[in-house]
């Protein structure tokens, strides 16, 4: 087997979010709206990957946004409380349902934390009294396979829209907001392959996966769990990542996921080393991060048939069945870990060694007798 990373790139989303309210009074408000630039982000240190998407190409019409003011003179405020930043295409913004501005003091500034999820995944996000610290937690979430869970840099010390990410969202300016996900995502894909010395002018193989009865095909893995992230206000950046491991905490009480695979059917053609493009095993899903350990067992089944030229049916037909913990099977993956794509390629070699025939003839026995004449 061999590990491929597929990693998304940076995804820009033209967002601009307006909004009013009113602190103190309309004198400590400027006239410049509030905006959002949004981008969703995955890690591309691993290797080159997908196209760009923007938030709502992943679903998302909407994102959560709290925002905490810290004004030039006074107590801190809470500004934004959970508020709702929706989508619309038309003009293509991302806005409150109601307005809100920067405040007027040179000295004011407000610091905001936003995120974004499937149903049912929200996270509890709190502050220390001082409005400094902020912690994400995601409590006893069981992850399905389109849960997709993503949580913003925190924007700090914001007092006016910046530009921070005009080149990737598109927007003129605004809170520089980029999401990473907090979910992997996982696939398994399977392919023939033969060398040029094996590769034969007369045979085809024919490889079918088999999940049925006795000869199920899946791999196993984790799938609830905690996680929590926090953010400590910085005094010099404008954006902070938030603090946390790259895998989940599974739940006290496990829960294992089996995850079945698809049954294509693969043909390596005559006079080829290749059945072409690697089929689905498995179509990318999420998973709960994890280390890859004792709980996830992977299992394949297939049948490998073998055609003489032309003829229709097969003089030859066997199974293989191969089982083992996918970290052993793959050493150099230990864990799927958050805001990252793996996709395994599964390589099988149908073509055996040809039958060949090594003949010798046994030298003849000699027995030697004398006749002597007249008897």
């Known amino acids: 087997m061999k590990k491929l990373y597929t990693i998304l790139a940076i995804a820009a989303l033209a967002a601009v979010g307006c909004s009013k309210t009113e602190v103190g009074s309309e004198s400590l408000l400027s006239d410049e709206k509030i905006a959002f630039e949004v981008a969703s982000f995955m890690d591309q240190t691993k290797a080159a990957g997908d196209a760009a998407t923007t938030l709502n190409a992943e679903g998302f019409t909407t994102f959560y946004t709290y925002a905490n003011l810290f004004p030039e003179i006074g107590d801190t405020q809470v500004y934004m409380d959970n508020v709702a930043i929706n989508y619309t295409a038309d003009p293509k913004q991302w806005a409150p349902a109601r307005d809100y501005y920067w405040p007027k003091a040179a000295g004011s500034y407000i610091n905001f ?65 980029l999401f990473r996900h907090l979910l992997a995502k996982v696939a398994f894909k399977v392919q023939l392959v033969t060398t040029d010395e094996k590769k034969s002018a007369n045979t085809k193989f024919v490889v079918t996966i088999l999940n049925a009865g006795e000869t199920l095909s899946n791999v196993k893995a984790d799938q609830k769990g905690s996680y929590t992230a926090t953010n400590t206000f910085d005094d010099v950046k404008h954006t902070l990542a938030w603090t946390a491991p790259a895998i989940w905490t599974p739940s006290a009480s496990p829960v294992i996921e089996t995850i ?42 297939y049948k490998v048939d073998t055609y003489y030229d032309e003829e229709a049916s097969p003089y030859m037909s066997e199974t293989f069945k191969v089982t083992g913990k996918l970290a052993t099977l793959v050493s150099t993956i230990g864990a799927w870990n958050k805001n990252t794509k793996i996709t395994y390629t599964i390589k099988i070699d149908p073509v055996g060694n040809k039958v060949t025939f090594d003949p010798a003839v046994e030298e003849w026995g000699t027995e030697n007798g004398t006749l002597e004449l007249p008897l």
């Open 113 to 177: 934390y936003s995120y974004v999820n499937t149903a049912s995944q929200d996270p509890a996000i709190t502050f220390n009294s001082e409005k400094t610290v902020a912690t994400a937690t995601y409590s006893d979430k069981t992850i399905a396979a389109a849960d997709n869970i993503l949580l913003a840099d925190a924007a700090l010390k914001q007092n006016g829209n910046l530009t921070t990410y005009t080149g990737i969202s598109g927007v003129t300016s605004g809170v520089p907001t």
């Open 260 to 301: 079945n695979f698809l049954t294509p059917e693969l043909t390596l053609a005559k006079n080829t080393i290749t059945s072409g493009d690697p089929a689905d095993l498995l179509a990318e899903r999420s998973v709960m991060p994890q280390t890859l350990d004792a709980d996830n067992d992977f299992t394949l089944s």
